[in-house]
């Protein structure tokens, strides 16, 4: 038998949130890790929360875009160690569409929030690149 310390797992949940002709949100980050640099909207599930409340909510904080929990639509859970700096996280990555011209705020902890071709993505903080990439059929 071997000893074993329990590890702390935080929970999250991130949107991709996507436009009819092939655009997707992101947020510039306004905090450590990774301040300045682009990522899908999200953030910690809060207490008596799901993970898909908490992206609505986050959504709408970051992004100043309002998305009932009902009509978001689960893509996947990344859980790859080492995937933050912080710590391990585990995430629920959830899918949004709205139609062009839908226009984003920045706000909590997102200095910008601009949309950006499919196509052409600045680099991405965390593992948010290889998120895109592995449901990148399922978005565009």
């Known amino acids: ?20 002709d092939g655009r997707i949100a992101l947020v ?13 909207p999200g953030g910690h599930v809060d207490e008596k929360e799901t993970s898909r409340m908490a992206a609505s909510r986050e959504l709408f904080e970051e992004a ?16 790859e160690p080492g995937r933050d700096p912080r710590g ?21 902890d997102a200095r910008t929030a601009t949309w950006w071709p499919l196509t052409s993505l600045p680099p991405l903080a965390f593992d948010h690149a290889e998120i895109l990439e592995a449901v ?4 565009a």
């Open 28 to 40: 510039e980050r306004r905090w450590d890790p990774f301040e300045g640099d682009h990522a899908l």
């Open 88 to 108: 391990r996280y585990v995430t629920v990555l959830y899918l949004a569409r709205v139609p062009d011209g839908t226009v984003l705020t920045a706000g909590d």
């Open 136 to 139: 990148a059929d399922q978005i």
């Open 64 to 79: 100043g875009v309002q998305v009932p929990p009902a009509d978001l639509v689960q893509l996947g859970v990344f859980d």
């Open 1 to 20: 038998m071997t000893d074993t310390k329990p590890e702390t797992i935080r929970y999250t949940a991130d949107v991709a949130l996507v436009t009819d």
